[in-house]
């Protein structure tokens, strides 16, 4: 085992650690007597998009345009592909997940992707990739220009839905001015521990279910619709909603269509986003539910059954659809005690981190003429000195034309993803003195490093042949 791999394993085990404290640690059972807010968020839902477009923004600023558009989807490639496969895996072990862990956890399960940028930085990187998948350079740009046309119309588009059914359903609304309700909502509202809440209660006759709206603390409104509640329906309903606004659940739903944005060639991915909404509602309910009786689960069970309404963009209601009601109230009716998943959620995310990074793209059909040599004649390029697995060779090539010839002629690929390009074989390590200043050029069995020495960073591609190394041996450096 390389020592990237154990540095990548300790890092990855003590996120796991904290991801499976915070299962823990955000059960409101717990915090009855606690002077903090009682509903937190267990993962923020804007972490992975934010770090996206914060990589973005730093390479245009410090590259050029096709650098960063290489590097960003050198990060984004692993990533993306990881989340992808993952859900596809998570759906079908949903069924048993729900029977034998918490509501929170499941949710939970659904958000700690979120975390996967964290499988770019330095400490979490993998030697070499296992399975290299070679495709074409002029297909590579293609689908490229493709997936970012479709990124932008999904994503703009659950954008434009949200905001225009904010708009429709705020268009008529009014501030509530009930005093018994508003009895209820203080009340609920103090029971949660918000300090100096920023959200507002308002009544709209443009919905048919009670919902949350907003992404910004100052944006949310708490949407009733217009009839009349019991004031043990409305403490419901408020802690139900409460409890989205608390965990941010909004947030979730944003990354959620975010990640369907990403993958939306994937017609799973559109099931995998619908199904998460589901498991975030029964997050909802078990916590509104907690220590409840029969007869309260009874009424809050009849809630559900009589307001379905609309949901759209990254809103939180009380009874979305008729779709998920089913799952939802047998949760409720048959209620048994369940383990807390934090193990579940640690372990998972493990081995979330432990495999991503082991697929690759290969892309960029190029040869050293024109990765090495940018295309100039190769006389130019004086061998400075040679290393060979990291001990120095002072004697030279033998035959500098014909390693001239040997790196001209290597065909080689960009590489994605996050890697030392360590593969435990041999290496060939050889310093230039270039036109522009030293030039490291790094062989292992599959791989090529080339780094202009204090101009820039390092560039890696891949060997589809691998290197020769009988003819650097033979032909080159004379058996050496």
């Not at 009874?319 to 369940?338: P, T």
Request: net charge neutral; glycine share 6%; charged share 20%.
């Amino acid at each position: 085992m390389t020592l990237e791999i154990l540095m990548k394993g300790l890092f990855a085990l003590i996120y796991s650690i904290m991801m499976a404290w915070v299962v823990i640690d955000r059960d409101p059972v717990g915090s009855v007597d606690s002077s903090r807010r009682r509903y937190l968020p267990y993962i923020s839902g804007v972490l992975l998009p934010v770090c996206l477009v914060t990589v973005m923004v730093c390479l245009l600023i410090l590259s050029d345009a096709g650098t960063a558009a290489r590097m960003t989807f050198a990060f984004c490639f692993g990533v993306f592909l990881h989340i992808c496969l993952y859900y596809l895996l998570l759906m079908p072990a949903l069924p048993f997940l729900r029977r034998h862990i918490s509501a929170r956890a499941c949710a939970m399960l659904w958000m700690i992707p979120n975390y996967l940028y964290l499988t770019q930085m330095s400490y979490m990187r993998l030697p070499a990739p296992r399975w290299v998948i070679e495709v074409p350079s002029a297909l590579v740009w293609v689908l490229l220009v493709l997936w970012l046309a479709g990124f932008l119309a999904v994503l703009g588009w659950k954008i434009v839905s949200h905001l225009v059914f904010r708009a429709r359903i705020l268009r008529d609304a009014a501030p509530v001015t009930d005093l018994d309700v508003l009895a209820v909502w203080r009340q609920e509202v103090e029971a949660a521990r918000f300090k100096k809440p920023k959200f507002e209660l308002v009544t709209s006759p443009a919905v048919a279910t009670p919902l949350s709206v907003g992404l910004f603390a100052r944006a949310v409104r708490v949407v009733l619709p217009r009839r009349e509640y019991t004031r043990e329906e409305l403490a419901l309903l408020f802690r139900h909603e409460l409890v989205h606004i608390g965990r941010e659940d909004a947030w979730d739903k944003f990354f959620l269509v975010f990640c369907t944005a990403m993958c939306w060639f994937n017609p799973l991915m559109w099931l995998a986003m619908r199904r998460s909404s589901e498991d975030l509602e029964l997050s909802c309910d078990e916590t509104v539910l907690l220590d409840a009786d029969s007869s309260v689960k009874r009424q809050y069970a009849g809630l559900l059954l009589k307001t379905a309404g609309d949901e759209r963009g990254f809103t939180t209601c009380l009874s979305a659809s008729a779709g998920a009601l089913r799952y939802r109230l047998k949760s409720i009716v048959e209620s048994r005690e369940k383990r807390s998943g934090a193990l579940a959620v640690g372990l998972t995310f493990f081995l979330l981190c432990m495999s991503c990074g082991y697929v690759t793209l290969a892309y960029g059909e190029d040869t050293g003429a024109e990765r090495i040599y940018q295309s100039r004649p190769p006389e130019q390029y004086a061998l400075h000195s040679a290393f060979w697995d990291g001990g120095s060779f002072d004697g030279g090539p033998a035959d500098p034309a014909a390693l001239h010839r040997y790196l001209s002629t290597m065909p080689m690929e960009r590489i994605a993803g996050n890697y030392s390009f360590d593969d435990g074989g041999r290496s060939l390590t050889l310093v230039f003195n270039a036109p522009e200043g030293f030039l490291s050029v790094t062989l292992s069995d599959r791989f090529i490093e080339i780094l202009p020495l204090g101009r820039g960073p390092a560039e890696y591609c891949y060997l589809p042949d691998g290197t020769d190394w009988d003819t650097l041996d033979r032909s080159v450096f004379g058996g050496a």
